[in-house]
């Protein structure tokens, strides 16, 4: 019994031992080649704010995002970078880089952004940035640049936000954009340089998406008349580069710093300024209306035969043949952009951009799309149908009128309306003398009978009116009392003049 005890417990302390040193190998290990002081996890490298001088020798191959900044860096080595295929953001921002040098981004072609805002780089080199070939934003703004090579950002063909504020900027190419390609950019932050030539006529070329994002305000710009009057209506347009920053946008009255003025504050510098100088700068963009449903096609109308054609649609999608990536949009072989079926997505600015040795420099053309629902079309009116009616109801109506005469016994109701023959029955069937009498003067009565000064009452029945004594030559005048009934001719007084009465017996009653 002993010995199975015994044996019980070394089993158990067997056990334990093994747990314990099974537990020992699961406890985590430093990162591979994560250096001192630095924070690896995954795929993200953490060295900022350790007060560094130079990049750390050995660096993870696995690290995508490599924060370097807030350190005292003074250069980067060429092939630096070699290590890290997988980089897609790399900060470098508040450091003390004074240059960047040729190769210093070798081996860096999968990098999205590059941050090197707040260093001391004064210029930038024809080569300092190769190998960026995918880069989307490069920010380069708080430093001291003064100079920008012509084609300092040729390689960087899918740039789209680019910012250079507060630099020490002199001049900036808009016509080539420093070899930087304009169908992806959308964004360029020149503010808070020292920017003082601005060439109006290649601002006033850029397309519509880049003249949104173009910052140039807190530059000393010149109070020109062309230029006053193409910000303007870029800020009656909305554009956000301009609205957004209004009060910033300044310029120089008399050339010396003191005399700088507001563009939309103090228009009286611009009063003598004529709007024709501004009329032709722009093309203005073309307005289309199409329902949804129908088909569409656009033109890339240019000055000359372009060598390459693109369209920017209202998504910010470059538009290359064959088409949109939803199949929706097509680019035909000539350049232009057909919409099989329109739809509510498709409503916006279509930008198109030509290139082309024949071409003075890169010119767009821009179209406004604006997309509504059919209207349901009201039943057309026909004519036919209605003449027909018409006539039907005409020839109704006549047949009615030669053959359905009213009952005689209606046809005296003089004053009453004739609906039914039961209605007349009251009236005897032979008038009486004095009826006809009355009928007679009201047709021979020369007044008539609707007169206001002679209307009757109901109950007060005239024959005639007793004219003057003169003119009556003797003859007899029929007066009627104004109570005299209708029904009871009994009260009749015939009433002769003053002269002779013997001319009324041998004339006859005269009614006049």
């Known amino acids: ?52 001088r130079e990049v750390p020798g050995t660096l993870p191959a696995a690290a995508a995002h490599l924060d370097l900044s807030h350190n005292a860096l003074q250069r980067l080595t060429p092939g630096w970078l070699a290590p890290l295929s997988r980089l897609r953001t790399l900060h470098l921002n508040h450091n003390e880089l004074e240059a960047l040098g040729r190769g210093v981004f070798t081996n860096a072609s999968s990098l999205r952004l590059l941050d090197l805002s707040s260093n001391a780089l004064r210029a930038l080199g024809r080569h300092d940035l190769d190998g960026l070939g995918a880069l989307e934003t490069l920010r380069l703004f708080n430093n001291h640049l003064a100079h920008l090579d012509e084609r300092a950002f040729h390689h960087l063909g899918t740039l789209s936000h680019l910012y250079l504020g507060c630099n020490e900027l002199l001049f900036f190419s808009f016509n080539h954009l420093h070899g930087l390609g304009s169908a992806h950019l959308r964004v360029l932050d020149l503010s808070s340089n020292r920017i003082r030539r601005t060439p109006v006529p290649d601002l006033a070329a850029l397309p519509a998406f880049l003249k949104n994002g173009l910052y140039l305000h807190n530059n000393p710009l010149p109070c020109d008349c062309r230029l006053y009057h193409l910000l303007r209506r870029w800020h009656q347009r909305g554009l956000s580069a301009v609205s957004d920053f209004a009060r910033e946008y300044t310029c120089l009255a008399f050339k010396v710093p003191t005399s700088r003025v507001r563009f939309f504050a103090h228009s009286r510098v611009f009063e003598n300024c004529s709007v024709a100088l501004a009329q032709d700068l722009e093309r203005p963009e073309e307005q289309l209306h199409v329902q949804v449903g129908r088909s569409l096609r656009l033109h890339c109308n240019t000055s000359a035969p372009a060598l390459h ?52 420099h890169n010119q767009t053309h821009e179209y406004n799309v604006s997309v509504s629902f059919p209207h349901p079309e009201p039943d057309a009116f026909n004519t036919g149908f209605t003449t027909l009616l018409g006539c039907a109801v005409g020839l109704m109506l006549v047949l009615l009128y030669l053959f359905a005469p009213p009952c005689p016994g209606c046809r005296r109701c003089y004053h009453r309306t004739c609906r039914c023959c039961r209605r007349c029955r009251r009236w005897p069937q032979t008038p009486s003398p004095l009826q006809e009498l009355s009928a007679q003067s009201s047709v021979l009565s020369t007044t008539p009978p609707d007169a206001p000064s002679r209307k009757a009452s109901v109950h007060k029945h005239v024959v005639f009116l007793e004219p003057g004594r003169r003119g009556l ?35 006859g009653l005269v009614m006049t």
Request: charged share 15%.
């Open 1 to 52: 019994m002993a010995r199975l005890v015994l044996q019980g417990t070394l089993l158990c302390l067997l056990r334990v031992g093994l747990g314990t040193q099974d537990s020992d190998s699961l406890l985590p290990h430093a990162p591979h080649n994560c250096p001192q002081k630095c924070v690896c996890a995954a795929d993200l490298l953490d060295c900022a704010g350790l007060g560094l």
């Open 309 to 360: 054609v693109a369209w920017v649609s209202p998504q910010h999608e470059l538009l290359v043949a064959p088409g949109s990536r939803n199949g929706s949009i097509a680019v035909l072989a000539d350049g232009s952009l057909t919409i099989g079926s329109v739809q509510p997505w498709h409503e916006g600015v279509f930008v198109c951009l030509a290139t082309g040795p024949r071409l003075h």
């Open 473 to 507: 030559n003797g003859r007899v005048q029929l007066a009627v009392a104004e109570d005299f009934d209708l029904y009871n001719p009994s009260g009749l007084r015939l009433k002769a003049g003053s002269e002779s009465t013997s001319s009324t017996a041998s004339e």
